[in-house]
Nanobody, 115 residues
Framework: VQLVESGGGLAQPGGSLRLSCAAS????????MSWARQAPGKGLEWVSG????????YYADSVKGRFTISRDNAKNTLYLQMNSLKPEDTAVYYC?????????WGQGTQVTVSS
């Protein structure tokens, strides 16, 4: 089982980044997927989630209206489009796969928002 995040980096306030999470080793289309983040010195914060077929999406209030989660089950990939980035979005972003209580996590990708 592998989840590999990519697309992180440095962005200016108001800028955009698109994160990707490539999945392998399990039936991606059966799993609900989500993004979480951990800012320096803080705990893990859930950011956004999507059910297995993409019909329902969920967002933390802190990112609602700015971030968009999506998935391509044919490519076994999860995405997070992040717009209007703020310095407080700086964190390591992790993707998560969940199915009946079984959880897989990626290694994370760093997002830094700074001028």
């Amino acid at each position: 089982v592998q989840l590999v995040e990519s697309g992180g980096g440095l962005a200016q306030p108001g800028g955009s980044l698109r994160l990707s999470c490539a999945a392998s080793g399990f039936t991606f289309s059966s799993y609900a997927m989500s993004w979480a983040r951990q800012a320096p010195g803080k705990g893990l914060e859930w950011v956004s989630g999507m059910d297995s077929d993409g019909s329902d999406t969920y967002y933390a209030d802190s990112v609602k209206g700015r971030f968009t989660i999506s998935r391509d089950n044919a490519k076994n990939t999860l995405y997070l489009q992040m717009n209007s980035l703020k310095p407080e979005d700086t964190a390591v972003y992790y993707c998560n796969a969940n199915f009946v209580g079984v959880n897989f996590w990626g290694q994370g990708t760093q997002v830094t928002v700074s001028s």
